[in-house]
């Protein structure tokens, strides 16, 4: 069902975890759906992406997509980070069956809801990055200084 | 992984050697059509007629009464679909309940699109349909209570003797659909009220495609398949004999070795929930704790999703399964675990393992084992998890 590629970071994810004094956390998803996703960003003064976390409650898809992504904004720009696409993720992972490509959407809007969350913070715009429309726990925010 | 540990026997049981062994000269050498008039195909007649025999025993009730189908949900179709056929006139209500298998929902959702009214009754956070509910349900125009023996994914067995009484009591046909029932607990048709019961070979070790239908004589329930004159002109189509030989043979070894498999079983389903739910923290058990299939186990492991569960399960050589979305195709966790009021998250981190007489202790022992280690791996990456961990610092 799945490719060596997703099995691979389904069972060994890179970068599962948290940070603490995150630059930027988003999650995103819902559990009614069986998939959240929340990814940490560590980003510094220059707008590069130095660490990437993330905690997933999903299926083998939605690890591994998490996974994935993580490895692709490491070490870039937050512009970079934003044309991390989902058809990116999942051309990384050599391909996802057809009814896990919302996985790797879920992967890319918790990059974009993670960057949201560092923009807000830092009180400037990332051009081209819309508010994430998919994030549940909008009362988590106050989560981030554990 | 050297071995594989197959815990998955309510989806299907491989067939034993002794009903394989039975089943194979009728592929062959004796590969007669019973319809056929030369000596040499009368065999062939006999022993579908003996297979009858054995099945109807099994169930206490007559040789006639039993009729070959493809498997349980052909069965299902038929008893739905033509006792609503024939009693249409009677009234247009039927009864079921929400944790059918789907052999029975969708059948009772192509009725109600042809003009007929379904009540799907609740059940209580066990899964057992309650009686009161029942009664309330029950119209003048009620010609159908339909409700399975034991559920397929809790394993929860259900009143039957006392929805049999409440059918019979108010005049209304009773089918229940005993799939993952028969061959595991004893029943007795005329004990229970059954007016029809549905049954299939593969779950009992018997071979794929060949089930049956109880008929209790006296119904007018017409063909379902139109054609030949096979299975007293109720089901045409040239009699699958090695699958009804290895039906048989299947029904004749699960009904001499229930009493010591049930034993067995139930011994070890205990030791396996018992451990789980000792030494996995947030976990409950689904179903009934005692009126359950004697081999099924369903859990749910909060804050992880089921898919992932299977998978990791499955590279350490262990077959189970889930009512999670992610294994249904749909976005929906199982309709059965929403049914007893678990909430979706829930119900997506279900496990449900279902043991066969193969099972040994060890097999349990490294079951246990490894579900507490792997569902340790998910939760310390589940963002559930986390948030629960710092709620309750």
Same mark, same amino acid.
């Given at each position: ?13 890179r970068?599962v975890g ?7 956390v ?6 009614k ?9 560590d980003?510094?003064e ?9 905690k ?11 996974s ?18 989902n ?6 992972l ?12 879920l ?8 960057l ?6 830092n ?8 508010k ?10 106050d989560?981030?200084?554990? | ?14 067939v ?10 009728y592929?062959t ?16 007649k ?10 109807a025993k099994?169930?206490?009730?007559n040789?006639q ?8 949900s052909?069965?299902?179709?038929w ?18 309940t929400?944790i059918e298998?789907?052999?029975?929902l ?13 009540t799907?009754l ?6 057992i ?5 029942l009664?309330k ?6 010609i159908l ?25 108010h ?5 229940t659909?005993a ?16 007016d ?7 779950k ?11 008929i ?16 007293r002109?109720?089901?045409a189509?040239?009699e ?5 030989v ?5 029904v004749e070894?699960?009904?001499? *070795?229930?009493? !010591?498999r #049930?034993? =067995?079983e139930? +011994?070890?389903?205990?030791?396996l929930i %018992?451990? $789980?739910?000792?030494?996995i ?18 859990f749910?492991?909060q ?31 199982s ?5 007893i ?18 099972t040994?202790e060890?097999?349990?022992d490294?079951v246990?084992? *490894?579900?507490? !280690?792997? #569902?340790? =791996?998910?939760? +310390?990456?589940?963002p559930?998890?986390? %948030?629960? $961990?710092?709620q309750?610092?």
């Open positions: 069902m799945y490719s060596e590629k997703v099995m691979d970071h389904f069972t060994n994810p970068n948290e940070i603490e004094d995150a630059s930027g988003g999650t995103v998803g819902n559990a759906c069986g998939d959240i996703m929340r990814i940490y960003l980003i510094d220059d707008g590069i992406i130095r660490d990437c976390k993330f997933t409650f999903g299926c083998g898809a939605a690890v591994a997509t998490s994935m992504a993580t490895e692709l904004v490491m070490g870039k720009t937050v512009q970079e980070a934003l044309q991390v696409t058809k990116a993720v999942m051309e990384a050599d391909g996802l069956p057809p009814v896990k490509v919302h996985c790797s959407l992967a890319e809007e918790a990059i974009h809801a993670a949201w969350d560092y923009a807000e913070k009180g400037i715009v990332i051009e081209g990055l819309k994430p429309k998919n994030d549940i726990h909008e009362d988590e925010e989560g981030e200084e554990y | 992984m050297a071995k594989t540990i197959y815990l998955d026997n309510a989806a299907t049981t491989p034993k050697p002794e009903v394989l062994e039975s089943m194979l000269p592929f050498e004796k590969f007669g059509n019973p319809s056929a008039v030369y000596n040499f195909a009368a065999e062939n006999n022993v579908v007629t003996q297979a009858r025999e054995t099945i099994a169930l206490g009730t040789t009464d039993i009729y070959f189908t493809a498997g349980g052909e069965s299902d179709n008893a739905l679909k033509a006792t609503a056929e024939a009693y249409k006139d009677k009234g247009n209500h039927i009864i079921t929400k298998h789907h052999a029975i969708h059948t009772c959702e192509y009725l109600e699109q042809n003009g007929f009214e379904v799907y609740d059940v209580d956070e066990q899964g349909v309650k009686l009161e509910e009664k349900a029950i119209r003048p125009s009620t209570i339909s409700i399975m023996f034991a559920n397929n994914e809790i394993g929860t067995i259900q009143p039957i003797k006392e929805i049999g009484e409440i059918a019979k009591e005049n209304i046909l009773f089918h659909d799939v993952q029932a028969f061959g595991h607990l004893d029943i007795k048709v005329d004990e229970y009220h059954i029809m019961l549905s049954a299939s070979g593969h009992l070790n018997g071979p794929k495609g060949i089930g049956f239908l109880y209790r004589k006296g119904l007018k329930l017409r063909s379902f398949v139109h054609g030949g004159a096979q299975e002109k109720r089901r189509g040239t699958n004999v090695p699958g009804i290895g039906l048989a043979k299947a070894i699960s009904i001499n *070795t229930m009493e !010591e #049930v034993k =067995k139930k +011994s070890l389903r205990d030791k %018992d451990r $789980v739910l000792a030494e923290p947030y976990t409950r058990l689904n179903g009934d704790r005692k009126k359950r299939l004697p081999n099924n186990a369903n749910s492991f804050f992880i999703e089921g898919e992932s569960l299977l998978i990791m399960l499955d590279m350490k050589g262990i077959c189970g399964s889930s009512g999670s979305a992610c294994t249904s195709g749909s976005l929906d966790p309709h059965v675990l929403l049914a009021g678990l909430p979706h998250e829930i119900a997506h981190g279900s496990l449900r393992l279902t043991l066969s007489d193969e040994t060890e097999d349990i490294y246990v084992d *490894t579900v507490k !280690e792997i #569902v340790e =791996k998910l939760r +310390s990456m589940s559930l998890y986390e %948030d629960f $961990v710092k309750n610092v």
